[in-house]
């Protein structure tokens, strides 16, 4: 069992799962983040979706190709070399417990989706994942991932995003606020010099829509 999950309010947070090319390219421009405390927090992607009960990109052939066209472009739009793993999607367990166990150093956490986003490489299996903790200088990750403490914080990490409302990856947390996708930085930036922009009347009052009625016809 892990521990109750806990949270600082204010705290601002980045979630990433290493299966997200999304998240490889927004932690590539880390130099344009505001300038915050970030904990970085490894979750899996699957693990939320199937909370949320929402069917991954990869289920839908026609979203699985766009998904994977629109990260090559937005790589070649930003400058960020960028290379598909062999397969996708793949099990990113070991990798985020790595993340885990390298207590979400972010140079460690930036090697690892190097050596998946850029140098395009297996990190599932036994051969690539033992060529992964040498990469990020941490060969004991091998044997270390299975350790029970490291299994427990990752579950706790999931069920700490889905109690903050985290839906997808890549998702910042700022000022209690969620923001998702590669796309949602300049949000970020403008609510962060700007807070008060979420308490305009105009954003109150979308944030409280209501859900139409079933029986509408939507048609």
């Known amino acids: 069992m892990s521990a109750p999950h806990s949270s600082s309010a204010g705290q601002p947070y ?9 998240s490889y390219l927004l932690l590539e421009q880390h130099e344009k983040w505001p300038d915050m405390p970030f904990e970085l927090v490894p979750v899996q992607l699957m693990k939320l979706l199937d909370r949320w009960g929402q069917p991954h990109a990869a289920t839908i052939p026609s979203k699985r190709v766009f998904t994977y066209r629109h990260a090559l472009f937005r ?15 793949f099990d990113t367990s070991k990798a985020l417990r790595l993340a885990v166990l390298a ?10 989706f190097r050596f998946i986003w850029r140098e395009g490489r297996e990190p599932a299996t036994p051969e690539g994942f033992a060529a992964l903790c040498e990469h990020v200088g941490m060969p004991e990750g091998v044997t270390r991932i299975d350790d029970e403490d490291v ?3 990752l579950r706790d990490n999931n069920d700490r995003a889905v109690s903050m409302g985290v839906f997808g990856v890549p998702t910042f947390l700022v000022n209690d606020q969620i923001f998702w996708g590669e796309d949602t930085l300049p949000m970020v930036l403008y609510v962060a010099r700007s807070p008060n922009w979420l308490d305009g009347a105009e954003v109150k009052r979308i944030s409280a829509l209501p859900i139409a009625p079933r029986d509408a016809d939507f048609g």
């Open 103 to 112: 207590n979400g150093d972010i140079a460690r956490v930036r090697e690892i």
């Open 14 to 22: 980045f979630f990433f799962d290493f299966i997200s090319p999304f």
């Open 151 to 153: 299994k427990a914080k």
């Open 75 to 89: 790589a070649e739009q930003l400058g960020i070399p960028f290379k598909m793993p062999p397969a996708h999607p």
